[in-house]
Nanobody, 124 residues
């Protein structure tokens, strides 16, 4: 069993930055592909970014490429999402997800575990 706890959300002005963290409990964190998703009010949850377990290849939604960076620290069982040049349309609840032994974009398929989410609000 893996538990995921997100933190780092908040209110920021457009053009600003935030760094989200997702702390994972349990063993074998390094064997999990990790990803970030988001859901704005009245919309479906959408893929933001993910990172392989094996080779740290990264994948991004077109809407965040060049602005967001996903990274992980296996020693701390933590995955991060650095968000720069934030826009009002980035406002959403951001969720962390884990998928065991997966390589590739987490934009499709089912994930094994989800966090509870952290709110990010970008004001114009």
């Amino acid at each position: 069993q893996v538990q995921l706890v997100e933190s780092g959300g908040g209110l920021v002005q457009a053009g600003g930055s935030l760094k989200l963290s997702c702390a994972a409990s349990g063993r074998a964190f390094s064997y999990y592909a990790m990803g970030w998703f988001r859901q704005a009010p009245g919309t479906e949850r959408e893929f933001v970014a993910s990172l392989n377990w094996r080779d740290d290849n990264t994948y991004y939604a077109d809407s965040v490429k060049g602005r967001f960076t996903i990274s992980r620290d296996n020693a701390k069982n933590t995955v991060y999402l650095q968000m720069n040049s934030l826009k009002p349309e980035d406002t959403a609840v951001y969720y962390c997800a884990a998928r065991f032994g997966f390589s590739g974009s987490m934009g499709s398929g089912d994930n094994d575990y989800w966090g509870q989410g952290t709110q990010v609000t970008v004001s114009s």
